[in-house]
Each structure stands twice: as structure tokens, then as C-alpha cells.
């Protein structure tokens, strides 16, 4: 199938890298995939293209001059959201976790494969355009004081709205819809983020951002529960703090 016929072809990916020739070759490789591609070399020009042309996803590299990319994506949370895959040049565990925690949808290590980038994009932006189910199809879900509606993709805890990343509230929703049950950081990795393969470290981070928001104590969790050697578990009879 020609990936321009995807349903994301049209998406506007806004790639911000100081190094032209890893820009150059990410944007021909989006743009022969039918995206639509702008480019800024900095954190604060990407901050003004973002906020003069709101984009559909952000590939953001993590070291820039200026704000980082750290300081990029968090601002560019706080104007509304937008999906972010952050780019970075080093392997290790702590800067993944600093770019998720940061609210980075996914990251990518350098070097990449470009192809898989472009996988990675369209992975990221299908969730984020999957047209909503209707409301018989799919009823907002309730668990332990918290809701999640998969039309509007809102959720609250005791009333009160939550602000929660694309992953954030996909990792909610399926709790939800499988209370009591012990998942695998595998299988969450598959039906939450719809991969068959990836750094398992996005699922534990997902899990430690969401606890935060939703556990009256995240360092001693009673919602979301390690099961040892398995997961993790939901257990909807416990109610978190107002």
C-alpha cells in the first residue's frame, strides 16, 4: 500500500534539529510519505512555528541550542496537545525517561532507522486521529473514583479533570476496561501502544506518569498495583485522594 494513502497522509510534522543533515534526511523521508514537513533549528524557533502553525506532531531532538527539548516539549504542553516523538543522540536509560517524563508520546534513539521513524510517526498519530466510537459503542468508563471517556478522551479523578498525555489516557482506558487483571509490560506495549516491538522502560515510565496523577501516595500505589514478576494490575476498589 502507498503510504501517502494513509489516513495520516495529510498530517503536518513540524521536525526540530539542529543538525541539518539529520533534518534533511528525516524530512525527505516524511515528505515521500506524503507529510507535509517544516523545520527549525532551535528550541525558540520551534516554539514560534508551533505557536504561529500548530502542528500535528513534534519530532523533537532532546540537545538544542536555546531551550532544550526538554523545555520545548514542556511548553508546548502547556499550550494544548500535541504529539511529541523526541529524538536524542544518546542511549542511555536516563535520558528516555527524562524525554517521557517530560511528556514525549515516544522517543527515538540516534542513529535511527528512517523508515522506522516514519513507522513510529504514524504509529503515534493514528492514536491520536482515531476518529472516537460512538458512545453506545464505547460508554465512558468508571473505576475507583476515576472516569474516562473514550469519545471526548477526557478523564477526572473524583470530579476533577486530568491532564494526561495521548499514552497517558490510552494506559487509563485500558485499565479501566480490564479491572483485576495483570498485564505484562509486553502485552500493554501491544495493545496500548499498538507495538510489536520497543524499549519496554516507555511502559514503566507511562505507568510511574499516570500513578502520579491518580495515586494518593505514588510511592505506595493502591489503584495501580506491581505485580512481581508479571506487571501491573488495576484495582478499582480502592479510592484515591479527592
Excluded at 515521500?32 to 512555528?49: F, K, N, Q, S, Y
Excluded at 520545548?72 to 525517561?97: H, K, N, Q, S, Y
Excluded at 495493545?191 to 505507568?207: A, C, M, N, P
Amino acid at each position: 500500500m502507498n503510504e501517502s494513502s494513509t489516513p495520516d497522509a495529510a498530517a503536518r510534522i513540524l521536525v526540530v534539529d539542529d543538525d541539518p543533515t539529520v533534518a534533511e534526511v528525516v524530512t525527505r523521508y516524511l515528505e515521500r510519505a506524503g507529510r507535509t514537513v517544516e523545520h527549525a533549528a532551535d528550541g525558540d524557533e520551534a516554539l514560534l512555528r508551533a505557536a504561529a502553525n500548530r502542528p500535528d506532531l513534534v519530532l523533537l531532538d532532546l540537545m538544542l541550542p536555546g531551550p532544550d527539548g526538554l523545555e520545548v516539549c514542556r511548553r508546548l504542553r502547556e499550550t494544548g496537545p500535541v504529539p511529541v516523538i523526541m529524538l536524542t543522540a544518546r542511549g542511555e536509560e536516563e535520558d528516555r525517561i527524562l524525554g517521557l517524563e517530560s511528556g514525549a508520546d515516544d522517543y527515538v534513539t540516534k542513529p535511527f532507522s528512517p523508515r522506522e521513524l516514519v513507522l513510529r510517526v504514524d504509529s503515534v498519530l493514528r492514536r491520536a486521529r482515531t476518529p472516537a466510537p460512538a458512545p453506545a459503542a464505547r460508554p465512558v468508563l468508571r473505576a475507583g473514583g476515576l472516569t474516562a471517556d473514550p469519545r471526548t478522551r477526557r478523564a477526572t479523578l473524583s470530579g476533577r479533570e486530568l491532564a494526561l498525555t495521548l499514552r497517558e489516557f490510552d494506559l487509563l482506558a485500558h485499565f479501566l476496561e480490564h479491572p483485576g487483571t495483570a498485564h505484562t509490560r509486553e502485552s500493554l506495549m501491544r495493545r496500548v501502544w499498538g507495538w510489536e516491538f520497543g524499549d519496554l522502560s516507555t511502559v514503566t515510565v507511562h505507568v510511574r506518569r499516570l500513578r502520579a496523577k491518580i495515586e494518593r501516595d505514588p510511592a505506595r500505589p493502591v489503584l495501580i498495583r506491581t505485580v512481581w514478576g508479571v506487571g501491573y494490575r488495576f484495582e478499582p476498589a480502592q479510592e484515591p485522594a479527592p
